[in-house]
């Protein structure tokens, strides 16, 4: 009996766990990003440090919250969904270090009239991430609270939508004195930065579907 | 011979606990929350305690809407009620034992030109009406406590669940209890008249005839749970209603309590000693109470999640047990008399109706042959608990095992 064990609150205190992995992550990505923009590499490789060992870990703590939940039969009727859940936040720490790692590897030089819409980009992907975690942390306590906690993500990555829109016309009509393969390159960073945001609302659609299951 | 016509009682026992035991457990296996192996055991247990305890009640009312006065009767009539269940639990239907051996009753009744007192028909009919009802209200009530202390409380889904799977599992045992307490008079109450064994001392209790009676039908119910249960349990409950844990554990409870009411002597006379009239102890149908919780729960979260279809079927079903089990029994008893040449029962003249006939003199080689295989069963199942146990216990080291192996690779 679950009840009597401490699988229950071990469980409990992993994906606690997990979602504090996940939401320093995205803090990481936000410094990570700004140290970067402002040349600091010391920094950028103390983030990307840091990233590299949350990563490591919620990959570990995934493979056991899985583990835990099919071994002594929790959740049996919301387990597949929960355990999508986790893979889903798990994917945006990953695309997070993955990220930080090809800025690291492809050195893109970014035009000075970029950065702050860079940045703005940037804030605004990690807040729908982060806004993720709260209304998941719901998901478990109080689930009828998610749906509104989840309105500030789908906000947040609006706001990103349309900044990468804004950045990306900028970069292809506004800025001078770039090459066309210089261009692409800088399309392909807001790629990697918008990407944390759609991985947001992918993990978000899932959430409110969840959650009204578990209302009702 | 008399132990060869108690086998019909001990068929309609694993019939009941084939088909009824899904009541209990089933919402709980078929959501996943218990798995089938703990429940067998859990029911298989409670369903004995309680026949053995709390069986007296029911088995007196069955007996004054027909006292069976021979034995060929008897078996006779658990034969074609036992046969009804299987052929209804063949067809996946969660059917009526109770309804079952009313209909064989009154099949007897015709058959021998006995009376069949409606007094006692009615009130046992009424608390056919009356249960599902009652279980439906209990299902509600309890529905809405638990759902205000979830939102209330803000505990975590997990936690939760897991008080819930625990709920599952006492609740169930609850259940059990009062399905044997209740039920047990469908398999053995038609015996208890034509039986009487000498009292059994096992040390710690002594075992009365009637009790001993109960026990071997608790024994046959137990077998029903373990062999043939299985698959009604898995489709039972989420084929009505979708059942999330908590509703599950909520109608699991509901059912229980109903079943408990009309089984206790101690709240009757309770109910009797504060002005109250006496709550009649009538076998009732756990099928119909659990049909009665789910639509109570399905009217609380909205009636388009009912699954009209199955419901009508199962309707029928009750429309039909008891007709089929009385037309079974009528012929059955036609033949067993006049090609076997049994005696199947004699019209009782005079006062009949609700005296039951006086029993025989205990036969000293049938209580002890009953002595032995109630023993040989008790220790049976006692080696059958130890060696699962030990099987148990070596999966989860070997679980546990393989899990600190893996962790260790992948450091």
Redesign the interface.
Known sequence: MAVFTRTTKKLILRIDEFFDNVELGVLVFREGIKAYIEKDMEAYNRHLHKVDSLESNADKLQRTIENDMITHSILPQNRAEVVTLIDRMDEIIDTIKRSLNEFLIEMPEIPEELNKDLINLTEASANAAEELIPAARAYFKAPYTVREKLLKVYYFEGEADKLSLYTKKKIFQEVKGIDLAHKAHLRYIVHHIENISDLAQKAADLLSGMAIKIVM | MILFFLTSGLFLGWSLGANDASNVFGSAVG???V?FRKAAIIASIFVILGAVIQGAGGAQTLGKLGAVNAIGGSFTLALAAGVTVYLMTKLSLPVSTTQAIVGAIIGWNLFTGNRTDPGTLTKIIATWISGPVLGALFAILLFMLVTMIR?KS??????F???I??GL?IVGAFGAYSLGANNIANVMGVFVPAFNLQPLDLGLFTLTSEQQLFLLGGIAIAAGIITYSKKVMETVGANIVDL??DAAMVVVLAQSVVLFVFSSSVLSDAFVRIGLPSIPLVPVSSSQIIVGCVIGIGLY?GIRNINFKLLGQIGLGWLATPLIAGIMTYFSLFFIKNIFGIDVGHKVTGPATGTIPVPLSPDPEVSEMIRYILIGVIALSIIAGVIYYIIDHRKQTE?KAS?ERFWKN?K
């Open positions: 959501s996943k929350m798995s939102k803000k505990i975590h889904l997990i936690r669940e897991s008080f799977k625990t599992l999330s844990p979260k679980l899990e992948m």
